[in-house]
C-alpha cells in the first residue's frame, strides 16, 4: 500500500487515501501512550504530520509504517 494523502483530523484520527483508491480512518489513540509518540497528545503537534509515501511521520520523530495503518485503519465501503 502506498499512501497518496493524509489529513489530520480531531481525536487524534488520520484520513488516509491510498493511490488504490482506497479511503480511511486511522486512530492514533492506542499509540499516544507510548513514550515515542507522547508528544502528539498536543493537537498542535499531531498535525505536524509528513507523508513518507510508505509511512507516516511527526515532527516528534515518531512514525507508523503503511503495514501498520493498512491493518488498523477502518477503509470505507466502495
Known amino acids: 500500500m502506498?499512501?497518496?494523502?493524509?489529513?489530520?483530523q480531531s481525536g487524534a484520527r488520520v484520513r488516509v487515501e491510498t493511490?488504490?483508491?482506497r479511503v480511511g480512518l486511522f486512530e492514533v489513540t492506542p499509540w499516544l501512550e507510548l513514550e515515542a509518540f507522547k508528544a502528539l497528545n498536543d493537537h498542535a503537534e499531531f498535525i505536524k504530520m509528513r507523508n513518507g509515501g510508505?509511512?507516516?511521520?511527526?515532527?516528534c520523530g515518531a512514525d507508523l509504517s503503511a503495514d501498520?495503518?493498512?491493518a488498523h485503519t477502518v477503509w470505507e465501503s466502495a
Open 2 to 8: 502506498m499512501i497518496l494523502k493524509l489529513t489530520p
Open 19 to 21: 493511490t488504490d483508491q
Open 54 to 59: 510508505y509511512f507516516i511521520e511527526w515532527d
Open 68 to 70: 501498520t495503518l493498512e
